[in-house]
C-alpha cells in the first residue's frame, strides 16, 4: 500500500520522471523493504545515464541452477473516471481488492517473488540460485531494459528458467500459463480532400466526406458487422493446432471471460460465444480507432464540411505474423486507389511482434505442473494475451535456453491501465505459493 502511494508513472508518460524524482523514491523503497526481509545476498539499484533505475536483487542457492524472475515498478498515469471513494494514489482495501494504480501491474511481483522465498526456505526447502529483475520502464515499452540485460549479463549468468511476473491469470482456479501475445502496429492515416472546410449546406452532394472516405478506407480491412480483419496477410488463418488449443482453454474459462469485462446488460459482444471469444481475443487480427483530429468538439462545431482528418489506428496482430509485413501491408491496401483521389496516406510508427513460446524443458514441465496440481488441483491452462508484452520477447532473444514461465493475476477485472485498477489478493496469494512450490521442484 506504501509502495501505491508513489506515482512513478513510466517515462512515456512523465518526460521529467526523473526531475520528479518518483522512479527513484519507488526503487529506494522497495529496495529498503527487500534488504529488511533479510533473504537477498545481494540487493542493488542500477542505474545507467539516462535511464530508468533497476533493482538487482540476488539470493544465493543451495542447489545447482539459476532462476530468473521479473517484475516492473513503473505505473501508468492516472485516467479519469475512478469510482468515490478511490483514488490512484491513495490505496483502498475493500474486503480481497486491493485498489490503487500499479498494485495489479505490476507492484505484486517483487512482493510475491520474495515471499515465495520466504515460505520455501521457512519449510526447509533447498532452492536453486535465484535473480530478481525490476525495471522501470515496462509501461513505456521496456525500452531501458535491453542496455540492463547487456550490461548484467556476467551477473545473471545463464539462467535454466525465466519467470515472468507480469501477465494474466484467467482463472482463479488454475495457473494460467501465457503461450503467445498477439503483436502490434500503431499508425497514422491521413486523409485530405479540399484545401479548406466549406459550408456543409454548400458542399455535400458535391464534395467528398473525410468521414465517409474514411468509413471506405476502414472497410478494406474490418467488415463493417462482424469486426473481423478480412485481409488474409493481417490476419491470416489459425492453424489446427492453436484453435485446438484455444478451445481447451475456452472450455475452462467459460462465460467467466464475459463476465469479468463487466458489460452493460444491453451491450452485445463481438463474436457467437466463448470459443469465438477466445480466439478473436487471443490469437486473431483486430483494429480500433484510438485517436481522430480534424473535427471540432460536437459544441463548437458549426455546418461545417471538414478537409482533413488525421486518425491514429491500432492493430493487434496474431502472433506468427510479422509487424514489418503487416505495416507494409496496411500501406498498401490504404494508400491503393484513394476513394474519390483523395490525398490518403498510412504511416506506421510502432510496431513489436506478437510472441510464441518455445516447448518447456523436460524438468521445467514436471515442476511447472506438479506445483500446479499442489496449489491449484488442476493442470495449468495454455493461454494467450490479446496485448503485447516486448520485454517478454526480449528476454526469450536474450536467453533462448530457458525456459520462458509467463504467469500473472490479471484479467479484464482487475482493470490494468483503467480507472479502478485492483489487485485481487487471494490470486495473489496463490500465484505466490505456486512459485514457491515451483522453486523447490525445479
Known sequence: MEFGKVPNVSPAFDAEWEKNGHMQKAADMLAEWVKSRNVAKTVEIKELPGRTPLIYIEIAGQKEGTVLMYGHMDKQPEMDGWREGLDPWKPVREGEHLYGRGLADDGYAIFAAIGAIETARSVGAALPRIVILIEGSEESGSEDLPAYLEVLKPEIGSPQAVITLDSEGWSPDH????????????????????????????????????????????????????????????????????????????????????????????????????HEHVERNFWEAGMEVTGLKGLPHPERAGNVLASELYVKLSFRIPPLVKATDAAFELKRVFEANPPYGAEVTFEAKEMDNGWLSTPFSEKGKRAVWESSQETYGADPIETGIGASIPFIGMMARQFPDADQIVIGVLSPSSRAHGPNENLHIPRAKRLTEWLARFLTKF
Request: aromatic fraction near 4%; glycine fraction near 8%; charge should be negative.
Open 175 to 274: 495457473l494460467s500459463l501465457t503461450e503467445s501475445l498477439r503483436g502490434i502496429v500503431n499508425g497514422y492515416l491521413r486523409i485530405k480532400t479540399i484545401n479548406a472546410p466549406l459550408h456543409s449546406g454548400l458542399a455535400t452532394g458535391v464534395v467528398p466526406s473525410v468521414s465517409r472516405i474514411l468509413h471506405i478506407l476502414l472497410s478494406r480491412i474490418e467488415d463493417t458487422e462482424s469486426g473481423r480483419i478480412i485481409n488474409t496477410v493481417v490476419n491470416p488463418e489459425i492453424p489446427d493446432d492453436v484453435r485446438n488449443k484455444l478451445k481447451q482453454v475456452a472450455n475452462v474459462i467459460g462465460e467467466h471471460f464475459i463476465e469479468v469485462y463487466e458489460l452493460p446488460e444491453a451491450l452485445r459482444p463481438v463474436g457467437a460465444d466463448v
